[in-house]
Structures are given as structure tokens and as C-alpha cells.
């Protein structure tokens, strides 16, 4: 028997969190008092009305096969009904909506369906690893382009080459961004859709925050005249309704590319748990004011923590969306520097933002997932460090 993992997995670029875990480990462990500010997952119970819904659908015997799939009918109704509702768009839920087991599943198996060998795929980062990963796992290359702070962490366009935006197949974004925080303006979308007209390639956003914010509401990459023609954008009801883990989201956008990831996922599982399916309608179709509770929720936490750790010297900017706080380390002080002395002097987890990629030195993580009482305890604890 022989246990050497691919040459494929051998793609993969080093996990730079992997010292962190296990630095978090050994101090707990040890019985250490851990206030983990690391992953971005919601610390609240999914809405009692969502849990009901599934709870129901969890006894109907006719949920219990295979799903297979683009999903129930009433799910793909549920989500062109929300997108019509929230952003205007209208959406064929025959054709222009499949759903997934939550939008990891999608964006990560997009690169298989999409790249040939050696194809280009244009990735803003920092950004979340999993498109990368997923690029090179699928023989694609991956064409960075970074996100700095003095273009108000979009990115320039005009500054990537005409020569990559020709060759490229895909070209990813993601706002509101998940570390960077930050949301994209219209003019934005509008350029990458002529830019996309141009050079042929594929709009992948990935709009899983588009519910957490505390400005402007997010714009749907739809929104935009002619995106459809061009692209497809990711959705899920992890963050917007505490569901990462029923595993639930979507799709949408351009007929054609919902297709042709469609045809390579039914090759590779057999669709998202119907019960499960039913209680993400009941989410979408009933009442949004859990969504707007979240959202009041995590902008008094972003009230309390923003506030306090710039009076403790450090250089935050303000989130206008998500429950990420990006911020500069102290000064001189690297990433992996600054996360394993918050750990080891303070006992908090945060993320080093190497780890979404090199533009992200220099800066840390901080995921708002605690409450309000543990992230005074926090900073409490950050104001007796002297860097
Ligand atoms: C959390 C998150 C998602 C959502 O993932 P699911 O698979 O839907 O739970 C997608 N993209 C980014 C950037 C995220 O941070």
C-alpha cells in the first residue's frame, strides 16, 4: 500500500496558519483562557423559525433520497424571489439558479469545470485560499493581483497586464471582502464588466457577505447592466443566517456557466440534503429581521473593539461589512510576529494576513465572533502587551 498523497496535492502552498493551530493547541492544552478572535464563524444558533422548518422537513420521508441536482424548485423560487426582492434582479430559476453544499462547494469545484491545463485564473488577494488552492488542484495558474490599501483595497485594474486579461478564463472578486472588509462601488462592476466584454473571461463573485453590513448595502455583481452575460455570483446562508454548517447555498447569474458547473458537480455528489434545502426557503421566504438583528449585532461589536484598539495605538480602518477587522500590526512587528505574541502573551487567536496571501503582511485578522463582555477581556488584555 503506498500513502503519498498526489502530485496535485503537492501544488498546494504551505499552510501558513498550520503554526498558529498548533501554537493555539499547546495553550489550551495547557488550560489557557483562549478567546479566539481566528475563524469566521457566526458564535450564534441559526433563527428558531429556520431550525422549525428543518426540523419538519427532517420527517418527511420523501426528503430522505437523494436530492440530485439543481435543487428542490421551491429552493431556486425562494432564491430568485430573495434576489428580486434585495437587489432587483431578476433570476430563471429553470435554468439561472443550482444550489450547493454552501458555496465552498461551488467556488472550489469551478476551476475542474472551467480551466484546461495551464490556464489562467486572475485572483485578488488577499483572499480567502480556497481559490487558489482550487486553481492549482484543478492545473490552472493563478494570476495575482493586489489589493492595496491606497486604492481603497479594490483592484486596479488598469494596472493588469492586457496580455493576462486576455489569456485569463476566470477572474475572481469578492465583496464585501472577506479579510479586507471593505465593499466595491458601483463604477467598479461596471468596469470589470466591459473588461470581461473585452477579453472573454469569467466574472466569479463571491458575495457570501452581501448581508453583513452596517453602511450602504452591498450591490449584487447582477445588479450591473450586461453582468449576466459575463458572469455568475456565489451566495450561501451560512453568514446571513448562522448556517455553516447545514451547508447551504448557490449559484446564479449566467445560464451557460451555471450549466456547465451543474454538469461536473452531478459528478462528483448528489445535490444538498432536501431538508435541508426547505429550511433555507424558510429562511429566504420569511422574515428578514433576524438578518437585520445580525447586522445590529456584530456593528456594536465593531462599535466596541474598532474604537478601544485604535486608542490602543494600533491602525484599524472601520469595517463597513463583515465581522472582520483588518489591521495593521504594530509597527515593525510581521504578521505571524504579531499573531503568535497575541497568542502567547494574551491568549487570543487572531489570523496573520500572510495567510490570504503576501499583500496581507504586515497586517492581522480579527474575527468579531466573540461577545461584547469577552472582546472587552480582549482588549484589555491587548492594552497590557508592549510591542
Ligand atoms: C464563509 C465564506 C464563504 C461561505 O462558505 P460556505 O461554503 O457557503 O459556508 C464563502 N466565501 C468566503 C470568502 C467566506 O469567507
Known sequence: MTTNASNRLGLLPPYLFAAIDA????????????ISLGVGDPDLPTPPHIISAGQAALAKPSNHQYPFGAGLLSFRQ??????KSRFQVELDPACEIYSLIGSKDGLTHLPLAFLNPGDTAIVPEPAYPAYNASILLAGGKTHFVPLREENGFLPDLAAIPSAVL?????????FPSNPLSVT????????????????????????????????EPPL?????????????????CSKTYNMTGWRVGWVCGNADAVRVLGRLKDNYDSGVFQAVQEAAVAALAGSQSCVADMRRLYKERRDLF???LRAL?????????????WAHTPAGVSSAKTAERLLNEAHIVCTPGNGFGPTGEGYVRFALTVPPARLEQALQRIGKMAW
Open 23 to 34: 501554537a493555539k493547541k499547546a495553550a489550551l492544552d495547557k488550560g489557557a483562557d483562549i
Open 78 to 83: 425562494a432564491v430568485s424571489n430573495w434576489y
Open 166 to 174: 486576455a489569456g485569463a478564463k476566470l477572474f475572481y472578486v469578492n
Open 184 to 215: 466595491a462601488p458601483r463604477s467598479f462592476y461596471e468596469k470589470l464588466v466591459a473588461l470581461a466584454r473585452e477579453h472573454g473571461f469569467l466574472v466569479v463573485h463571491d458575495a457570501a457577505y452581501s448581508e453583513m453590513y452596517y453602511e
Open 220 to 236: 449584487s455583481f447582477l445588479q450591473i447592466p450586461g453582468a449576466k452575460e459575463v458572469g455568475i455570483e456565489f451566495h450561501s
Open 306 to 308: 474598532v474604537p478601544r
Open 313 to 325: 495605538g494600533w491602525n484599524v480602518t472601520n469595517p463597513p461589512a463583515t465581522f472582520y477587522v
